[in-house]
Structures are given as C-alpha cells and as structure tokens.
C-alpha cells in the first residue's frame, strides 16, 4: 500500500467532500486521517490516505482533474518515519487579545529548544466581556528528553508578559 498525504484548497461549496471521496474510492484508496475547514471562505485540507500500489499513479492522476471544478489538490507520498520514544509530548494552550506576531513569537522560543509542533490550531474568538477578538490556540508539543522545562517555562512566560495573553503549559 501507498500512503499519500494530500492538500486541498478551493472555493467552499456543497459536495466537495463527497467528490474528493468518490474520486478516492474509486481507487481503492482508504481515507485515513484528515482535517477539513472552511478558511477565509475557501476550503481547505489536509488528509492521508492509503491506495494500493498499482493505482497510486492513477488516483494521483485523477485527483488533478478535480482542478476542473476549482479544488486545488497537492499530493505527496507519505514519508513514514518512526518517532523517536526518548520524545515528551506536552501541551501548549494560549489565550489574550489579537496582535500580529503572537506565533513567531511562540514558535521561535519552541524551534530554539528543539521543540516540535505536532498540531496546531488557532481561532479568533469574541471575547466574553467585550466585543475584542481575542486569539486561542491550542498546541500539541514533542520535546526532546534533555528539554530544560524551566527555562521553557521562563520563556514562555516573558513572551506571555511581552504580548499580555495567557499561555499555559500541560
């Protein structure tokens, strides 16, 4: 079997998804895992599936005729690599007022240590008491087993200071 990883954007409208799976059932392919969004009025994706060897050519090739109806497709064979177990998985949850720069900001004090971002997810929400967009985002986190999490810590709380969101580490 062949693992493809593919990423989908196009002009959101009904039946989308329900062409995209036809065109992979068709193929034998398995839908695996995904995630799917209406983004700035576009949908969006990204998916793995898995097709059997001999018709991974041919679903590739199918997939780019989806272009017709506007859906931009991207695939990529999976590259399966196993994680290292010495890894510490830990969460990174962030809420305060929207401002430019909050994920580079987060995402250079994580790069800096090694960290890896295994999923990310952001929304601008209302917020409870006022009508200010406030930014949530929610991290899944792989930190090498020599990770100092004090000094993780004390970063991630100056960085929360500098910016005035909450950030909390699980």
Avoid at 27 to 56: T, Y
Avoid at 117 to 132: D, K, P, R, Y
């Amino acid at each position: 079997m062949t693992s493809l990883i593919l990423t989908i954007i196009g002009p959101d409208r009904p039946g989308l998804v329900e062409h995209l799976s036809n065109t992979i059932a068709e193929h034998d392919g398995n839908w695996l895992e995904s995630a799917l969004s209406r983004l700035g009025g576009k949908f969006a994706g990204i998916l793995v599936i898995s097709v059997p060897d001999e018709k991974a050519s041919d679903l590739t090739d199918a997939l780019q005729t989806l272009q017709k109806s506007g859906l931009k497709i991207i695939a990529e064979t999976a590259d399966e690599q196993e994680r290292p177990s010495t890894l510490q998985p830990f969460t990174l949850e962030l809420i305060g007022h929207d401002k430019p720069g909050i994920v580079r900001e987060i995402s250079q004090a994580l790069a800096k240590r090694h960290i890896n971002v295994e999923n990310l997810t952001t929304e601008l929400i209302s917020g409870s008491m006022s009508a200010e967009l406030l930014f949530k985002a929610e991290a899944q986190l792989l930190a090498p087993d020599n990770i100092d999490f004090d000094d993780l810590q004390s970063a991630i709380e100056a960085i929360a200071s500098d910016l005035m969101v909450d950030i909390t580490l699980n």
